[in-house]
């Protein structure tokens, strides 16, 4: 029998276990023919290692993008200002010149109304400015946490699907390594079984050829017997023996198989709470 096991199940493997061969013992060393797979076991495989790596690097790039699409508005909205304050500091200048320069040609007592006319203008110049840097502040407001918003909602979307990719990874390991454990229990039954009919052929040969030299076997008729008689006390015990190997044998396969159901259900549970609710069904089927 061949095994097709690739390289890569090959190689988590053996990061899950040291498998045990000695076919000596029975009952207890059933499930160390082919240990079991813990979530922790499947978590240390080289391609869950990789999976989570290549995940942190996708959520990395993802906060640098957000980190300067922040940095960028908040430039924006600095700039805004900064060109707000700058204009009513003009327009103000500009009032202020130009009654410097009305009362250096006509005299300060001749600018009074016009130095009231300035003063009210400057005033209102101030509260309109007040009035649109309050509005300017409350639409930055509104924008940078919408931006905040934006940004939380697609980082946990982000990680959602991390988790449902590592439920689904882990899944795919333990169906692969499964597999492999069948496969590696069925290699190891073909082997014992192949001991077995050997050790039966030599034992079978050795008691045909300690007959044949038997010098006590006086004459020929004397010897088939004993050879028959041999043959059939042999064939007895070597079905019998065959049977409780093949009993054993079944019952080292029952018991893996009742061990990855267990895994199995312990992982589905796992993945169950471990996914964000709305992936719970799609990850099922």
Known sequence: ????????????M??????AHNNNAENKKDTALVP???IEDLKLMKTYLKLIKKQQKELSTLKKKQ????????????TQVDKMVSQNEKEKTSLEKLLEKAI??????????????TEDKIQTLTADHKVKVKDITAQHTKEWSE???????????????????????????????QEQQTVQLKLIHERQSKEMRANQAKMSMENSKAISQDKSIKNKAERERRVRELNSSNTKKFLDERKRLAMKLQKEMEQL?????????KLEKFNEQTLPRKNNVALKE
């Open 1 to 12: 029998m061949k095994a097709n096991v690739t390289p890569q199940a090959s190689s988590d």
């Open 14 to 19: 053996a990061q899950s276990s040291n498998s």
């Open 257 to 265: 198989q009742k061990n990855q159901r267990e895994q199995l259900e």
């Open 67 to 78: 980190a300067k699409d922040q940095s960028t508005m908040q430039k924006a909205h600095c």
């Open 104 to 117: 250096k040609k006509r005299g300060e007592n001749s600018c009074q109304e016009l130095k009231k006319e």
């Open 36 to 38: 079991n797979v813990s």
């Open 147 to 177: 931006l905040i918003s934006s940004h939380s909602s697609e980082e946990q979307v982000m990680k959602d699907g991390h988790v449902t990719q590592q439920c689904e990874h882990l899944k795919k390991l333990l169906t692969t390594v």
